[in-house]
């Protein structure tokens, strides 16, 4: 008997309307512990409001998401963010006037006491916890640069490193690597894989050349079904994908 470890993230039957319209419209897929998922698809597919729903911003009308045994459509984006769910938008939103150091500082996930948060808690644990991110996000060499001094492929790193430093099992990333250079989009792939060593991502892309580096499965949305599901090779070749994309 082979013992199957749980999905990290379940989503059954997920739909959401807006007046009517139906711009997710009964999706199910599961996402596995350690796996780079890619949604692709053309302008309005629905890619965006599935990382919407995920992450609380959109309410499902329907459907379940489940994500390590809690189901997130009853959340609030805030507990969601809590429960381990951590996305990132297109454009960065660093802090400019602080340093790289002072924006994965103030991520640090607080609870903490206004006592530590004065005495104790720019401690060793703190400090450590940066370095090891900023290592991880190729800024440890960068540590007192104002973000605005950042290009802007750095100013995205930095961004996921700031929601690292919370530690999400999963991390959703919108078109990471959109306006960056050709090394830049190399070193994401990267640090896509250094990611991945303890948690999932699910990454919207339209560059394809980046989703086949990166993806272990990828998944094609249409008018908010899945069309095609599967290796970068078989949604390549499937006719329905090359129909939507190529065919109108
Ligand atoms: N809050 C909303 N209210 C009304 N319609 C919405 C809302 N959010 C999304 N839509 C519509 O749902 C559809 C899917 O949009 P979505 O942004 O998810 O597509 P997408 O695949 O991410 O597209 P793109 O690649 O252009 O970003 C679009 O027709 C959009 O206009």
């Known amino acids: 008997m082979t013992i199957q470890n749980d999905p990290l993230l379940s989503v059954e039957n997920l739909s959401v309307s807006f007046d009517g319209f139906k711009a997710v419209d009964d999706l199910s897929f599961q996402l596995e512990k350690g796996e780079i998922r890619v949604i692709i698809g053309p302008n309005g597919a629905g890619k965006t409001t599935v990382l919407d729903l995920i992450c609380g911003r959109t309410k499902a009308t329907s459907g379940s998401i489940q994500f390590e045994g809690r189901e997130l459509t009853r959340l609030k984006e805030y ?5 381990g769910v951590g996305r990132k938008f297109q454009t960065p939103s660093v802090y400019e006037d602080l340093t790289v150091f002072e924006n994965l500082e103030i991520s640090y996930p607080s609870g903490r006491s206004v006592f530590e948060a004065l005495f104790f808690r720019r401690n060793k644990e703190i400090v450590h916890r940066i370095k090891e991110i900023s290592e991880m996000i190729f800024l440890d060499k960068q540590l007192d640069r ?21 530690d999400p099992a999963l991390l959703m990333l919108d078109e990471p690597v959109a306006g960056m250079t050709v090394s830049e989009r190399v ?62």
Not at 79 to 83: K, L
Not at 154 to 163: A, D, F, H, P
Not at 233 to 239: A, F, G, R, S
């Open 187 to 248: 070193r994401t792939a990267e640090l896509l894989q250094r990611i991945i060593q303890s948690r999932s991502v699910l990454v919207i892309e339209h560059d394809m050349g980046f989703v086949e580096k990166i993806a272990h499965r990828v998944t094609v949305l249409h008018q908010g079904r899945i069309i095609s599901d599967g290796s970068m090779e078989h949604v390549k070749n499937d006719p329905k994908v090359v129909e939507v994309y190529l065919g109108h």
């Open 79 to 83: 507990d969601i963010v809590r429960a």
């Open 146 to 166: 104002k973000a605005a001094d950042l290009s802007h492929g750095q100013k995205q790193w930095l961004e996921i490193g700031m929601l690292l430093i919370q």
